[in-house]
């Protein structure tokens, strides 16, 4: 594989039925933040496509971006910057141990771990080990004790892990699966992980939330997959494991949980398969709905655009947060080049690079002292609460606060 692969088959059921849902033409990598303006503005640019399934249902992007490019070059994704996220791994792990069956000294093993901000919350009490490809969040858990292996989730990965610690009790992942080029292998490595009678649990963003909020910057070239229940269990039932739960929860813009188990006859249960029954009365998956999709997310989001472009020039506008949704933001809204005069961040490795395509430089969150500005776009939308409690810690007069998304709306701080 070179820069990038067309995907031809459907990533669950391999049928090559697959029709074209939404386009954003070409765009960079969300998180290919450069040290340099011009590198920046010049990043290359990559097709942005979903499509349908017809035999499934699955939803899926068009091309698969070479890991190496994507993950192990300027990936500087943090889970455990935000207090949601934190909050989020604190409630999980009590559910988990509410759900499960897992004792004192079980090895949990994480699949994507980054920062191990998730592990962090079992450690305590039991044995832990992270599996992740990027380079900064695996040196960051490593020094808080997290051991963590520098991998992809491979053959090689699971051996080391067996050497050291034998199989798994429970195995989480959270929202990674869907980024896994090759999915079909993890899943199997997965099982071969697991103890007979063992946990393995993930959280994959719910494309329901997606389509039925217009939550389309949730979709990049990270994420190759768009769940849903109803194709997704049918992959994991052949893929031999058992679904005991599934629920949903609003961390990353609403996301499924999945509770599987390893057994010798894998089945659906019956929490599971309500859960199942309901979904298939969503009329969000239906054609009626995906053919006017693309013109509800333009009707929404040009409000921004709309907005910001308005402005008078004297209006200093700023962002707030850097994920890797804010260049689909920026496009899809249409606003104008150097309205946006930089991006408050508080992940310090993404402070003093610029964001592809546009440029626009990243600084310390710190720095809003100095700028006193009259508008700022939160794009980090989905830790909209979390930001503005920091935001109120800063003594910023006469300032409007946008967040964009699900809904456009401005706050005046």
């Known amino acids: 594989m070179n820069k990038y692969k067309k995907i031809v088959n459907c990533r669950l059921c391999n049928s090559k039925n697959l029709i074209d849902i939404i386009s954003f ?24 496509k979903v499509k349908q399934c017809k035999n499934c249902n699955h939803f899926q992007l068009s091309i698969s971006v070479n890991p190496n490019i994507l993950y192990k070059t300027n990936y500087t994704y943090l889970s455990g910057i935000g207090k949601t996220f934190v909050d989020h791994f604190n409630s999980y792990y009590k ?41 900064i969040p695996v040196q960051l858990a ?25 199989k798994a009790d429970l195995v989480t ?15 199997e490595n997965i099982y071969d992980l697991l103890k007979f009678d063992g946990y393995f649990c993930f959280e994959v963003g719910y494309f329901l939330n997606v389509l039925k909020d217009n939550l389309f910057d949730t979709i990049y070239h990270e994420h190759l997959d768009y769940h849903h229940a109803i194709p997704l269990t049918k992959f994991l039932i052949k893929k031999k ?72 020039n004297e209006n200093i506008i700023i962002g707030y947060g850097a994920p ?12 104008k080049n150097n309205r946006i ?35 700022i776009i939160i794009f980090a939308w989905n830790f909209s609460k979390d930001i503005l409690i920091k935001l109120k810690n800063y003594d910023i007069k006469n300032c409007k606060i946008i967040i964009p998304l699900p809904k456009f709306k401005i706050i005046k701080l």
């Not at 508080?346 to 006193?372: E, H, S, Y």
């Open 25 to 48: 033409n070409k765009l960079p990598l969300g998180n290919d933040y450069q040290k340099n303006k011009i590198k920046a503005i010049k990043a290359i640019k990559f097709p942005l």
């Open 95 to 135: 559910w988990i141990k509410n759900k499960t069956n897992i004792k004192k000294k079980s090895l949990i093993v994480d699949v994507g771990s980054n920062d191990g901000s998730c592990l962090e919350k079992f450690k305590n009490k039991h044995i832990v080990c992270g599996v992740d490809p990027a380079k």
């Open 142 to 166: 490593n020094k808080k004790k997290i051991f963590t292996i520098l991998s992809d989730f491979n053959q090689k990965a699971v051996k080391i892990i067996l050497n050291k610690y034998g």
């Open 173 to 187: 992942s959270h929202n990674v699966l869907a980024h896994i080029d090759k999915n079909n292998e993890v899943f």
């Open 241 to 312: 494991f058992s679904i005991l739960n599934i629920s949903t929860n609003k961390i990353q813009g609403g996301s499924l949980r999945i509770l599987c188990k390893k057994e010798i006859s894998p089945k659906i249960y019956n929490q599971a398969l309500n859960f199942i029954n309901n979904e298939k009365k969503v009329i969000y998956f239906k054609r009626k709905f995906l053919d006017n999709w693309q013109e509800k997310i333009q009707n929404n989001i040009f409000k921004l655009g709309d907005y910001v472009n308005s402005l008078n």
């Open 324 to 335: 890797t949704k804010s260049s689909l933001l920026i496009k899809m809204s249409k606003i």
């Open 341 to 375: 005069s930089l991006i408050l961040e508080d992940n310090k490795f993404k402070v003093n690079r610029f964001l592809p395509n546009t440029g626009i430089k990243i600084v310390p969150t710190a720095k809003i002292t100095q700028i006193n500005p009259d508008i």
